[in-house]
T-cell receptor, first 115, second 113 residues
Framework: EPEVTQTPSHQVTQMGQEVILRCVPISNHLYFYWYRQILGQKVEFLVS????????KSEIFDDQFSVERPDGSNFTLKIRSTKLEDSAMYFC?????????????FGPGTRLLVL | GNSVTQMEGPVTLSEEAFLTINCTYTATGYPSLFWYVQYPGEGLQLLLK?????DKGSNKGFEATYRKETTSFHLEKGSVQVSDSAVYFCALSDQEAGTALIFGKGTTLSVSS
């Protein structure tokens, strides 16, 4: 069964450093998402991406964040200058090839720790 | 704005007990409702969904009915197993407000034998 994959599974970085989190969505999906989950808190939406551009973003997704689909398979989240409060589990998700296929399929997550 | 409220956990049950996890929502449109499950060390997996009022989603013995009159989508299972121990998230997607999922805080279920 197709699945969303994410790398790395864990990342530790120093405050102020740039990090890039990578995701490979399900191959025929066209809608891509990033969410995050701070330890003990709810899963929060960051950004959605369709047709090579951002379609929605939350207040969390400020200028420090960017997303890219550099090739036909990867979808990346970049944090330019990490802060302590960026420590969280980051989930990538993708959904189907029509606007009516609502179910989002999630990857296993990348646990980011900013020191 | 749209929101999801779940009962606080943790919920601790013995094997074969009946499970209910309450979920209520607020939405301006006509949302689709979802339950996702997160097993220890894993990502979020879709458990079940319902896309319109009175629909019942079901999977692996779990059920939830979309109740528009009470704005609820409670998760139930008649007889839980140790392997059901996980965190359960209620979520909604309101196409009129965009496609992002809005999650509840999650409820931790622990089942002992």
């Amino acid at each position: 069964e197709p699945e969303v994959t994410q790398t790395p599974s864990h990342q530790v970085t120093q405050m102020g450093q740039e990090v890039i989190l990578r995701c490979v969505p399900i191959s025929n999906h066209l809608y891509f998402y990033w969410y995050r989950q701070i330890l003990g808190q709810k899963v929060e939406f960051l950004v959605s991406f369709y047709n090579n551009e951002i379609s929605e973003k939350s207040e969390i997704f400020d200028d420090q964040f960017s997303v890219e689909r550099p090739d036909g398979s990867n979808f990346t989240l970049k944090i330019r200058s990490t802060k302590l409060e960026d420590s969280a589990m980051y989930f990538c998700a993708s959904r189907g090839s029509t606007q009516y296929q609502e179910t989002q399929y999630f990857g296993p997550g990348t646990r980011l720790l900013v020191l | 704005g749209n929101s999801v409220t779940q009962m606080e956990g943790p919920v601790t049950l013995s094997e074969e007990a009946f499970l209910t996890i309450n979920c209520t929502y607020t939405a301006t449109g006509y949302p689709s409702l979802f339950w996702y499950v997160q097993y220890p060390g894993e990502g979020l997996q879709l458990l079940l969904k319902a896309t319109k009022a009175d629909d019942k989603g079901s999977n692996k013995g779990f059920e939830a009915t979309y109740r528009k009159e009470t704005t609820s989508f409670h998760l139930e299972k008649g007889s839980v197993q140790v392997s059901d121990s996980a965190v359960y998230f209620c979520a909604l997607s309101d196409q009129e407000a965009g496609t992002a999922l809005i999650f509840g805080k999650g409820t931790t279920l622990s089942v002992s034998s």
